[in-house]
């Protein structure tokens, strides 16, 4: 069972918009935070956006501006919006989710099986 749900990925323009959307399945459980990552080919996977209960959003400098996460802590789902889209963030983007203690470590996480965003001309 894919612990996470992905959806929103495609091909879009130079300069488009594209939405991501994520839910957590029913096996998951007793998380406090969700995000987004990617992996562009030839390049290490990296953090582009998260979220905590404590209401701290967080973005990597490539995004900031042009990106913005939401999460539903209720309802599980986290959402990135992103406009003004470039080739270099073509990648595959998977969602993330986590259980983080109160000194800011990890205890158990959960991946989406990713999803493809490309942007071309």
């Known amino acids: 069972q894919v612990p996470l749900v992905e959806s929103g990925g495609g091909l879009v323009q130079p300069g488009g918009s594209l939405r991501l959307s994520c839910e957590a399945s029913r096996g998951v459980f007793g998380i406090n935070a969700m995000g987004w990552y990617r992996q562009a080919p030839g390049k290490q996977r990296e953090l582009v956006a998260s979220d905590t209960d404590d209401g701290t959003a967080h973005y990597a400098d490539s995004v900031k501006g042009r990106f913005a996460i939401a999460r539903n802590a209720v309802k599980r789902t986290v959402y990135l919006q992103m406009t003004s889209l470039r080739s270099e963030d073509t990648a595959v983007y998977y969602c993330?989710?986590?259980?983080?203690?109160?000194?800011?470590?990890?205890?158990?996480?959960?991946w989406g099986q990713g999803t493809q965003v490309t942007i071309s001309s």
């Open positions: 993330y989710a986590a259980w983080i203690d109160s000194g800011g470590t990890i205890r158990y996480d959960y």
